[in-house]
């Protein structure tokens, strides 16, 4: 049974820091592309994030470039996202995602960022 | 940035409907296109992949097609599990740019 399971979230204040991780089971998780996507409370969805199989090739979008940095560590299954300079409107619902169609879903780690 | 509007936003129908979702992109994304839907509280489930392909988990009263632009969801014969958020989202090209998403909601 293919299995994500996010972990990492939590209160933090305006440009503080977080490390999101993604736990993968069930699944060759080397053999496959990774993304991360968010939603904010009672919004629609936002990805924010890309990394291939290998890890050399990364893309993110506009609004978390230069502040997120995700990465992957194969060995471990995986995958993780350090959000730095943290904003308020980055308050959301972070989830791992499998694959370029997303075909898996973690349940999600909550992040809000307030002070 | 490849934009995607779905239409419509929100949508009331009743068990047994036959009901269509329109997803449009701002250019071309050939086939790249999924579509998810999301209850309350959990989260998204694939449902479409590749513009027209149903995973194996997806009933089949669920259908979909389009090409280049232009893209419907088909639920027929709407069951009460049915009533959730859509989303259409576009794998061409990053940023994977999602619709805003369309509520069904039970009439």
């Known amino acids: 049974e293919v299995r994500l399971v996010e972990s990492g979230g939590g209160l933090v204040q305006p440009g503080g820091s977080l490390r999101l991780s993604c736990v993968a089971s069930?699944?060759?998780?080397?053999?496959?592309?990774m993304n991360w996507v968010r939603q904010a409370p009672g919004k629609g969805l936002e990805w924010i994030s890309h990394?291939?199989?290998?890890?050399?090739?990364?893309n993110y979008a506009d609004s978390v470039k230069g502040r997120f940095t995700i990465s992957r560590d194969n060995a471990r299954k995986s995958l993780f996202l350090q959000m730095n300079t943290l904003r308020a409107e980055d308050t959301a619902l972070y989830y791992c995602?499998?694959?370029?169609?997303?075909?898996?879903w973690g349940q999600g780690t909550l992040v809000t960022v307030s002070s | 940035d490849i934009q995607m509007t779905q239409s419509p936003s929100s949508l009331s129908a009743s068990v047994g409907d036959t009901l269509t979702i329109t997803c449009r992109a701002s250019?071309?994304?050939?086939?790249?296109l999924n579509w998810f839907q999301q209850k309350p509280g959990k989260p998204p489930k694939l449902l479409i992949y590749?513009?027209?392909n149903l995973p194996s988990w997806v009933p089949s009263r669920f259908s979909a097609s389009g090409f280049g632009t232009d893209f419907t969801l088909v639920i027929s014969s709407l069951q009460p599990e049915d009533f959730a958020t859509y989303y259409c989202?576009?794998?061409?090209?990053?940023?994977?740019?999602f619709g805003q998403g369309t509520k069904l909601e039970m009439k």
């Open positions: 995602t499998r694959g370029t169609s997303s075909d898996y």
């Open positions: 069930g699944f060759t998780f080397s053999s496959y592309e």
């Open positions: 990394i291939s199989y290998s890890g050399t090739t990364i």
């Open positions: 250019q071309s994304v050939s086939n790249s």
């Open positions: 590749g513009a027209s």
């Open positions: 989202q576009q794998s061409s090209t990053t940023p994977r740019t």
